[in-house]
């Protein structure tokens, strides 16, 4: 049981360059999130999705974008990456929110635009 | 929207202190409240947990309270340990729905031998 899995763990990109940040969980959780952390301002909810084919924005959604074709991936895909986004991003998922035992977060991936 | 409010940022204790992290939250319907340790270089994970019918729960040197009226919950640590050390995360959702939870801006605690 591998959990939530993110892929890569570190990548830099020049301004402008656009990439995708991969999230996989085998849990078949209902719920997946991407969060930011940046020092000093803990977790900010980029998108969320309830379900394969639903998602919604969270409170930083700018520059981002996802979607959810199936349960188990939810991608986040940068679009023309700026230094502003340089941060470490996390993927969580859970059976469904607040119900079970909370999220299970990846490992992250630190990404820097330069 | 819900808001979550944690103190203090930053907490340094000696080994075998205690530690007692608070947070308070804003939306009375809030019934579900997580407790997140995240150690460097690695994702949050839950640790404790804690809904709205019970006032208190522990598992070992960890407890979380919770006061429903104030509208505030609480993390304590006895007896400290140097692998303690990490940054604590609160959060407050509901159960059910499709409610995202809010989490607190975090505390790392520095537990020192």
């Known amino acids: 049981n591998a959990g939530v899995t993110q892929t890569p763990k570190f990548q830099v990109l020049k301004t402008g360059q656009s990439m995708t940040l991969q999230c996989a969980q085998d849990?078949?959780?209902?719920?997946m999130s991407w969060y930011r952390q940046d020092p000093g301002m803990g977790l900010r909810l980029i998108h969320y999705?309830?379900?394969?084919?639903?998602?919604d924005q969270g409170e930083v959604p700018n520059g981002y974008n996802v979607s959810r074709s199936t349960t188990e991936d939810f991608p986040l895909r940068l679009l023309s990456a700026a230094p502003s986004q340089t941060s470490v991003y996390f993927c969580?998922?859970?059976?469904?929110?607040?119900?079970?035992?909370?999220?299970?977060f990846g490992s992250g991936t630190r990404l820097t635009v330069v | 929207g819900e808001n979550v409010e944690q103190h203090p940022s930053t907490l340094s204790v000696q080994e075998g202190d205690s530690a007692v992290i608070k947070c308070t939250y804003s939306?009375?319907?809030?019934?579900?409240f997580p407790w997140y340790k995240q150690e460097l270089g690695k994702g949050p994970q839950l640790i404790i947990d804690?809904?709205?019918?019970?006032g208190e729960k522990k598992d070992q040197r960890i407890a979380v309270t919770l006061n429903k009226t104030a509208k505030h919950f609480s993390l304590h640590i006895t007896e400290t340990q140097p692998e303690d050390s990490a940054v604590y995360f609160c959060a407050a959702s509901r159960r059910g729905g499709s409610y995202i939870p809010t989490f607190g801006r975090g505390t790392s605690l520095i537990v020192h031998p």
């Open positions: 939306d009375s319907a809030s019934n579900y």
């Open positions: 969580a998922s859970s059976y469904r929110a607040g119900v079970s035992d909370g999220y299970t």
């Open positions: 804690i809904r709205s019918n019970v």
């Open positions: 999705s309830v379900g394969a084919g639903i998602t």
């Open positions: 849990m078949n959780h209902e719920y």
